[in-house]
C-alpha cells in the first residue's frame, strides 16, 4: 500500500477553484495560496494535509493525482461534497492502484445490445 503526502487547498466557489488553479498553473507557490484561501484546517501548514493511505482516498483523486506531470504539478479542481479540492503530492507521483472496491464486477456491467452488430 502506497502513502501518499499531500498539500491541499479547499475552496467553496469552483470560480475561485479556477482562478486558483490558473495562478498555479502561471507558477504561484501552492503553500502561499493555501494560506491565504483554503478552508481546510491545514491551510495553516501552507495546506500540508499530512499522509494519506491510497487505498482510502476517493478514486476521483487517486484518478487526478496519477496524470500529474512535469508541467502540471497539481491535481484539481476537484469536486467533492466538501467543496472544490486543488491538490499537489509530495515526493513521487502516486501510482494508480485499484483495489477491489473500484472493480466492477460483471454482474454490474450490463452488456451493449446494438442490433446492427451480430456475433
Not at 72 to 87: D, E, N, R, T, V
Amino acid at each position: 500500500m502506497q502513502t501518499i503526502a499531500l498539500h491541499h487547498i479547499l475552496l467553496k466557489s469552483p470560480l475561485l477553484a479556477d482562478d486558483l488553479a490558473k495562478e498555479l498553473e502561471l507558477g504561484a507557490d501552492f503553500a502561499e495560496l493555501a494560506r491565504e484561501y483554503s478552508a481546510c484546517p491545514s491551510a495553516h501548514q501552507g495546506g500540508f494535509a499530512g499522509y494519506h493511505p491510497q487505498d482510502e482516498l476517493p478514486l476521483s483523486i487517486i484518478e487526478a493525482l496519477a496524470v500529474i506531470n512535469d508541467a502540471q504539478h497539481f491535481a484539481g479542481p476537484i469536486k467533492s461534497h466538501l467543496g472544490y479540492h486543488l491538490l499537489k503530492p509530495v515526493g513521487d507521483k502516486p501510482q494508480l492502484a485499484l483495489s477491489d472496491e473500484n472493480i466492477l464486477s460483471e454482474d454490474a456491467v450490463e452488456p451493449i445490445k446494438d442490433d446492427k452488430m451480430a456475433i
